[in-house]
């Protein structure tokens, strides 16, 4: 017997702005013992207090995947659901860090060069005034930032939060014929 594949997902849900809608996803995931691995939650654009727009992003299989689906788009509230695979093409996903780093000496630039071999551009939001930490914000692919962090190690980071993944389908290419 072959195991079963588990890839990441993400699913991108618009709802309407109710109490309780979130509540109700997030037990689809929890009775099937499934991990929300991030949760992202905003008001769907000139429709605030209307409509929200939920991204969530999990590990499971193919089947169970298509499986809760299915479940999500029955509840009441929901009007839409999207899911893909993380690794597709179809979707643009970002992630925002707030890094707090210790630094020592001369090391802003190190750091610095270091950020931006990750393909990230810091902005750099704070630092402390005897130069000892310094706050620096990144956008990026959940991998990318992973990986910086890692780079960096305990060492140099004091502190990290990390906002969830937002992510929207790509445009498709209109045919011009």
Do not use: C, W
């Not at 499971?60 to 999207?82: G, S, W």
């Not at 890094?99 to 610095?112: C, P, Y």
């Amino acid at each position: 017997m072959t195991a079963v594949e588990e890839k990441n997902y993400i699913f991108s849900i618009t709802v309407y702005d109710r109490p309780g809608v979130l509540n109700r996803i997030s037990m689809i995931f929890s009775r099937r013992m499934i991990n929300i691995h991030t949760i992202n939650a905003d008001y769907i654009e000139f429709k605030s207090g209307e409509m929200t727009r939920i991204v969530v992003t999990f590990k499971t299989n193919h089947k169970m995947a298509q499986t809760l689906l299915k479940l999500i788009r029955k509840l009441v509230d929901v009007v839409e659901v999207d899911g893909f695979d993380t690794s597709s093409d179809l979707i643009f996903q970002r992630e925002l860090a707030l890094i707090r780093l210790k630094l020592s000496g001369n090391d802003v630039d190190k750091v610095l060069n270091t950020v931006r071999n990750f393909k990230l551009t810091p902005h750099i939001l704070d630092l402390s005034v005897e130069g000892s930490l310094m706050t620096v914000e990144v956008a990026g692919l959940p991998e990318e930032i992973e990986g910086l962090i890692d780079e960096l190690g305990p060492d140099v980071v004091f502190q990290a939060v990390r906002s969830g993944i937002a992510a929207i389908p790509k445009l498709r290419e209109i045919d011009k014929d």
